[in-house]
Every structure is written in structure tokens, then in C-alpha cells.
């Protein structure tokens, strides 16, 4: 029997974050129709933020936020929780897109996390964090130029970032496939992605924000220059909108235009025991992501599991249920249980306690983009790439200006005045994922026309990395 059979035979097909005492109470869905000043539509971390955010700047304001169902079920709550300060997905994607906003992008990256801080520390939000840094590490010796170039980007922006080479890399996390690594040491590192998103739903609470759980949007329209939002039990006049809805692209059908809804598989071992911890070190707890053609990423928690992230499919459409039933059997995991075992070939013995994917919002930016709707007065703000965590706070915050008008300079660079590429619509959208999707899963061990094929779809303007 195999490692990824033996390892995957009792695993719940569920969010080890979600699966959790502390999950808050539900706030009553809205029945009946109501006016608000701010209406936000999501509440993941898009939404919160912006509720918090909007509040802190206006007490007076009267904000309401909306969830389709429960607050960080729908994405919020399930990626691997490694965040750093940038704002563009990397800093490698930020040097292709903006290379002349470059530097001011990693300026308000860590101004973009400082404030994430503050905001924690000032309403008593424990998401169990851990700031050990995080590491980009080298899967092989020709991987190693890779994480060189990576240490040089850091350095030359002013982070704080270290080159590791293999004994040092080993140090850090005892792994046979890691040559080397670049450690960004400064304002990066781990967090519970739930806890934080509970926090959030609490703080926001706190400051009086209106928010109603299962009160799924159904549709936006203007009647006599006031816009209202039909939900299945009540509406909403509002004077403006805030989309935070992400990967599931609700409020205007166009959204779809410009972002593809993928999922995102993640593993998570049962509690680590202290031998098993010997075996592996990580006793800084890094973020880890590697240099694979379909990247892994992992993390530890705060009671001592491995979480293990990265290989990505797509349903027809960009379906975006929140377990869709293809999601909830062992055989997607599988795979992932085995690129596990080759990383950590000495903990064959650990089991996984909980498997689950994911929705990310995949576009050819990779990164933050805005789309405004009804004259202005709705605005999308998302696209995060599955790096939203942190990122999704900056996009909260120039979206709300962009709504309400601010002359925020910001507002005037190319990120926020320019939008990605369209995708080519269905079937072509389904049928060019799954090929790139089973190349990128391939092309390591079989290379061939996978990797031409990568390259093309990297040609024409759709990153994979």
C-alpha cells in the first residue's frame, strides 16, 4: 500500500481552520428591506477589511456587510496562511508588471502589513501568529540560480534577506530536495487564516458594522438613481457598493470576463510529536514555498502539524462551490500526499488528519486589479492569486477610495488604473486549464511538449508562477 494511501485513509474532507471551537456565532441573515450608506458584498477578507477599514475612517457611516453563507467559509478560511509584505504576488511579478512603480509598490507593501498589525494589536486579535520569515527554496541544484535572483530582488528593494546554501538550507527545514534558499526574514511569516478572519468579523462588530450571514446577493439594479440589491429574503438601498467577493465573481456577470475561478488542494498532517519534530527542525517556522514547475507551498501551526499546499484544478465555468463533491474523496489528494512524502521522505509515518480545497482568483495579473460598475458607484476589488491574505487588506483600502472618489495617489498608478487581460470564454477556458493544468503537473518528471506548452501560455501573457 502506498504512502499516500495509508496516509490519506482517515483524513476529513474539511478545513483544518475552520474545524475549531472558537468558530463565532452566525449574525442573523437580513429579511425584510433596509437603506445603508456602504453596502459590501463577502465576507471573506476583502469584506471585512473594507468594513473595518470604512468605520475607522467614518463612525458615522453606516456600513453594512452581506455573506453569502458564513463568514470565511468561502475562501477565507482555507488557504495555507503564509503572508509578506507584498502587494503584487512577489516581488518578481511586480518587477514584470509595474517595473516603474517597482519600488513605491514595496513601500506601501510594508506599510500594507505594519498597519495589518496595528490593526490586530489594537482590537486583540490573536490569529496565532508566528513572524519567522518565509523561504523560497531551491528543488535541486538547477534550481539554485532561481533563489540567487530572488535574494538580489529582495536586497535590492531593502529587504532583510538571506542566501542559504544547502547546509544552511537544511538547517532551517530538513528536506533532501532543498539546495538552497532565499530567506526573507522582515514582516512575513504565518497566521491562522481563520482566527484572523474571526478576529476581523468581531472588530467589525465592534464598530457597529451591520453584517447578516446567509444573505446571498441575487442582483444589482438603479431605480431612480438609488442602486438595490435583492437578496433571497430582503434588499438593500444603498449609495454604494463594494464588491469583495472574489474568486466567486458575484455582482456583475463581466467579472467573469477577466477571472477564472481555480481551487486550490491543501494536506494537513495530525499533531506532529516531538521525535517527528527532531527529524525535520523547522524550528523557525517559516512560510515555505519551492521552486517546482507546479509549486508546493508549506507551513507549520501552532500545535505542530505540517500544512502542505499546491496542486490546482478547475471546473467547468469556474464553479465555485464551496466543497464541490469532486473535492471531498481521496483520489485529488493523492498526488499531493506523495510530492509530501518526497519532500519529507523521513516522516513516513505521519498521517493527514484533513484534506480540502480552496477558491483562488486567477488572472493574467496575477495580482489586484478593480473593475467599476453602475457609473462608479459599485466597485470589484480582488484577484488576488491565492496570495490575499495581507494583500486583500491593500485592496480593501484603495478600492473604498475608488469608490468614494478620494484623490488617493495610489489611485493614479498603472495597477489601479489599468485592468489584466481577458480570458478566453467556455469551452476554451476549461480546455486550455486542464492541459496547462496536467502539463504543470507533468512537466518536471516528463518535460517534452509540456514545458512548450508552458511556455506558450506564458507567451501569451498568462503567468505561472
Not at 505542530?304 to 478547475?314: A, D, E, H, K, P
Not at 473535492?327 to 484534506?355: C, K, M, W
Request: contains cysteine.
Amino acid at each position: 500500500m502506498s504512502f499516500a494511501t495509508t496516509a490519506l485513509k482517515d483524513v476529513t474532507f474539511f478545513p483544518y481552520w475552520l474545524d475549531s471551537p472558537d468558530a463565532p456565532a452566525v449574525t442573523p441573515q437580513l429579511v425584510g428591506h433596509t437603506d445603508a450608506d456602504l453596502l459590501i458584498v463577502g465576507g471573506g477578507f476583502t469584506g471585512l477589511w473594507a468594513a473595518i477599514q470604512a468605520k475607522e475612517a467614518d463612525p458615522g457611516r453606516d456600513v453594512m456587510l452581506i455573506e453569502a453563507g458564513k463568514v470565511a467559509y468561502g475562501a477565507s478560511g482555507r488557504p495555507g496562511g503564509i503572508v509578506s509584505t507584498s502587494i503584487m504576488h512577489g516581488l518578481h511579478n511586480a518587477e514584470r508588471l509595474f517595473p516603474n512603480d517597482i519600488a513605491e509598490l514595496e513601500r506601501l507593501g510594508q506599510e500594507n502589513m505594519r498597519d495589518l498589525l496595528d490593526t490586530l494589536e489594537r482590537h486583540g486579535i490573536d490569529a496565532h501568529p508566528s513572524w519567522g520569515g518565509e523561504l523560497t527554496v531551491a528543488i535541486g541544484d538547477a534550481a539554485i540560480p532561481d533563489v540567487e535572483a530572488e535574494c538580489a530582488l529582495h536586497r535590492k528593494y531593502g529587504h532583510t534577506a538571506e542566501l542559504l546554501d544547502r547546509a544552511g538550507v537544511q538547517a532551517e527545514v530538513n528536506s533532501p530536495l532543498f539546495a538552497a534558499a532565499c530567506w526573507n526574514r522582515e514582516l512575513s511569516g504565518t497566521v491562522n487564516p481563520a482566527l484572523l478572519a474571526w478576529g476581523l468579523k468581531r472588530a467589525a462588530l465592534d464598530l457597529g458594522v451591520r453584517l447578516h450571514e446567509f444573505t446571498p446577493l441575487e442582483g444589482i439594479t438603479r431605480e431612480n438613481g438609488v442602486l438595490r440589491v435583492r437578496t433571497h429574503d430582503g434588499s438593500v438601498r444603498a449609495r454604494r457598493i463594494l464588491l469583495g467577493t472574489n474568486a466567486f465573481a458575484a455582482g456583475d456577470r463581466r467579472i467573469k470576463r477577466r477571472v477564472a475561478g481555480i481551487r486550490d488542494r491543501i494536506i494537513c498532517t495530525e499533531p506532529l510529536t516531538e521525535e517527528q519534530l527532531d527529524r525535520v527542525g523547522w524550528n523557525n517556522r517559516q512560510g515555505v514555498y519551492d521552486t517546482r514547475t507546479q509549486l508546493n507551498y508549506m507551513r507549520m501551526t501552532r500545535d505542530n502539524r505540517i500544512i502542505f499546499g499546491g496542486r490546482l484544478t478547475y471546473y467547468y465555468d469556474g464553479t465555485c462551490n464551496t466543497d464541490p463533491a469532486g473535492e471531498r474523496i481521496a483520489a485529488p489528494y493523492e498526488r499531493l500526499a506523495g510530492a509530501f512524502n518526497r519532500t519529507f521522505p523521513q516522516l513516513d509515518d505521519v498521517r493527514f488528519s484533513h484534506a480540502w480545497s480552496g477558491p483562488i482568483a486567477l488572472t493574467t495579473r496575477m495580482a489586484v486589479h478593480f473593475q467599476s460598475y453602475h457609473q462608479g458607484d459599485v466597485v470589484w476589488a480582488g484577484g488576488y492569486s491565492g496570495f490575499g491574505i495581507s494583500t486583500s487588506r491593500f485592496g480593501a483600502r484603495v478600492g473604498l477610495a475608488k469608490l468614494d472618489g478620494q484623490d488617493l495617489p495610489e489611485l493614479k498608478m498603472d495597477f489601479a488604473t489599468s485592468m489584466p487581460n481577458r480570458i478566453p470564454p467556455e469551452p476554451f477556458r476549461w480546455i486550455g486549464s486542464k492541459i496547462t493544468l496536467y502539463a504543470l503537473d507533468t512537466a518536471d518528471d516528463k518535460g517534452g511538449w509540456r514545458k512548450a506548452w508552458l511556455r506558450l501560455v506564458q507567451a501569451m501573457g498568462i503567468p505561472l508562477s
